[in-house]
């Protein structure tokens, strides 16, 4: 899939920087984040105008607004509004046996980078994708963003139509991402006018003890990530 699509346009070390300070910044608020903020607004300088300021449009409100006010808006935003969820797989399958499978395909995607993903955290959080695009396999991370583009479009205008301050954060990552094909726009179109399937049958393919990939992927690094207690689905 990779050799098919457009190659990126930033530098290695800027698409580390965009997509790592992102994955930080839409991170459940809490007093370390506050304490990066220096750094992040720094490391945003070294970046391409449009998505540096993005982030830096993010930061201003971070650093000007009350840590339980933004703890409460995040959790208004993200744990409670079907088109702005930070799951990608929920906007192409909601609550179906097939985003179970879903789920499992972004696991068996890091474990091939080496990557074994602590149990606590479902793999298609964009926090997650990010750090691991950010850090551990940059191709494999654009293209499981890729894969789920109409998803992050629809975050992303949702936020938008919401006046949310993180809307900022969504148009950093869409940046580093090609411009969006003509059947990504009608897939965006399908997704807003229909919303997420809707079908409440559980996660169990995933859940199930035959679907966890890591017993049989020997030699596997266990990396820490970080926990997001704010997004939980």
């Given amino acids: 899939m990779?050799?098919?699509?457009?190659?990126?346009?930033?530098?290695?070390?800027?698409?580390?920087?965009?997509?790592?300070?992102?994955?930080?910044?839409?991170?459940?608020?809490?007093?370390?984040?506050?304490?990066?903020?220096?750094?992040?607004?720094?490391?945003?300088?070294g970046l391409p105008v449009a998505i540096g300021e993005s982030i830096r449009g993010f930061l201003d409100h971070l650093d000007t607004t009350p840590l339980p006010e933004l703890q409460a808006d995040y959790v208004d935003t993200f744990d409670t509004r079907r088109r702005c969820n930070l799951f990608l797989t929920y906007f192409a399958h909601g609550d179906t046996r097939k985003?179970?499978?879903?789920?499992?395909?972004?696991?068996?995607?890091?474990?091939?980078?080496?990557?074994?993903?602590?149990?606590?955290?479902?793999?298609?959080?964009?926090?997650?994708v990010l750090e691991?695009?950010?850090?551990?396999?940059q191709t494999l991370g654009r293209d499981l963003m890729l894969d789920h583009r109409a998803g992050l479009e629809l975050l992303r205008l949702s936020l938008r139509d919401k006046g949310s301050?993180?809307?900022?954060l969504l148009d950093a990552v869409t940046a580093t991402l090609p411009p969006l094909r003509g059947d990504e726009r009608d897939a965006v179109r399908r997704l807003a006018a229909e919303g997420p399937p809707e079908e409440e049958v559980g996660l169990a393919p995933f859940a199930s003890p035959q679907f966890s990939p890591a017993a049989s992927a020997p030699g596997t690094t266990l990396l820490p990530m970080p926990s997001f207690p704010g997004a939980r689905p």
């Fill in 2 to 45: 990779s050799d098919r699509r457009p190659k990126p346009a930033l530098a290695p070390d800027q698409l580390t920087v965009a997509w790592q300070s992102v994955s930080l910044l839409l991170d459940y608020p809490s007093e370390d984040l506050l304490g990066r903020s220096g750094m992040l607004r720094s490391a945003s300088r």
């Fill in 99 to 128: 985003r179970g499978m879903a789920l499992l395909r972004f696991k068996q995607s890091y474990l091939r980078a080496g990557f074994e993903l602590d149990d606590a955290e479902l793999p298609d959080h964009l926090c997650v």
């Fill in 132 to 137: 691991f695009a950010a850090t551990i396999d």
């Fill in 165 to 168: 301050p993180w809307a900022h």
